[in-house]
């Protein structure tokens, strides 16, 4: 009887989004009377930080500050539609339907000064700090709040857009089964170092090293944020969680934290983290979805691990040290 | 059942309530006097987020009768901030990213404020057992662990 050590690898692709019956998203963006920039959502904010994300890719694509956009998450009665907060499809759904509104809105913007300045719109850029400048003539220029002012009061122009992001259903070929469930997919790939008990059956996560390609990485502390979380909730699966611990059974599943697993402060591992970026082809400045994807690499890798440690395949979550000491039983026995 | 008066100090403040016999501190705090800091995650002690402070001692409000508080001094996380100055502790779970959807952040900042009071110089391994009674659904605890190692130094910074 003896603590044994193993170390696994995992690798996984992870879609962005879901292919049941197409995947749209809306956004609607409109200034207010100072040029402040509202946008209207149905996706929700749980958080995981879309509201942050949304005003940074509002600012971006309007030229102004991110502190000059109201995010306003409404409700789904109130909003433009959208399918749902779910599916790691938040940033890439609703930033590219808020990266058409917000583009729109800009053309309008962009009009009205062009009225008040007398030149062509297509001549004017903008500063990213809430200014609008003739291109080569910076000297000439109007600030965002006086173009909102003239358009409310003035020129009665609606400084606004509208945004649509659909991705559509994707239905399998009937010769081949060959089909496209998702147009942008994160990975990640984890090594996970463990010590198994082969007496007790207790599992130790000792490091867990995790790269993750997410894209663009749009807020990067937020990202490294989400993925630390999720390294440690994927170990969590891997051993300690479940609702119904003897499935198909449903009797004995945990009805409170007395009896529901959740690792506290002091079950970590070492945990290290690696963010790849390549930015996605059909994502809003080449994000991807890195919200659930970050929780699943760990499972196999700690799985890998148990069985290089003491040679029992566990396939059955979480792996328990009851299901470790009947799989040794059953190993010995054979 | 006949109501009970109850007067306590809450964050600096005298407040006198009557409430129902058996009613907790939580429910007190948050919907009779409006203290909504303290959150409710499993009433039954286990999950540490409605934990506040009772005279100097970490105390899950869930699990406290509010006529057994008649007399005391309360602190809660939403009286730590001075003349909109926020208390180091928040500082530094802010600038560590130490909360994502919030709803274990009061709760951990309470266990963390009760040990740096005590131990002002922790080590890793102090504030890990002052936040074992709290638990957190998104960050994987390091963040937070990081964040009131962080606002130790601060204070201690501060003192020297």
Redesign the interface.
Known sequence: MAIRRGSGVAAINYPTGMNLGGDPTQALVHSTPTGNFMVTLSSVDLGQGLKQIMAQICAETIGVPTDRVIIDTADTDTGPHCMGTFASRGTHRAGNAVIQAAKEARQVMLEVAAEELEVNASDLETDGEGNILVKGAPQKSISIFDVALSAHFKRGRSISGRGMFLIPRSYPEKETGAMKPSTCYAHACTVAEVEVDDETGEVTVLTVKNVFEIGRALNPKMVEQQLVGGSWMGISHALYETTEPYYPNRDHGGTDFNQYLMPGPGDLAETEIIVLERPSADGPYGAKGPGEMCANPQIPAVANAIFDAVGVRIDTLPITPERILRALKAQAAS | MAKVPVQFTLNGREKAEFVEGGTTLLHALRDKIGDTSPKGG?H?G??GACSVIIDGELKLSCLTLAETCNGATITTTSGLAEAGVLHPLQRAFLDA?AT???FCTPGMIMAAKVLLDHTPNPSRDD???A??G????????????QAVLTAARANSQNAA
């Open positions: 499993c039954q286990t999950c990213f994502q959807c919030g504030v890990v057992e936040l074992s709290n638990i957190c659904r998104c960050t994987g605890y390091e963040p937070i662990i």
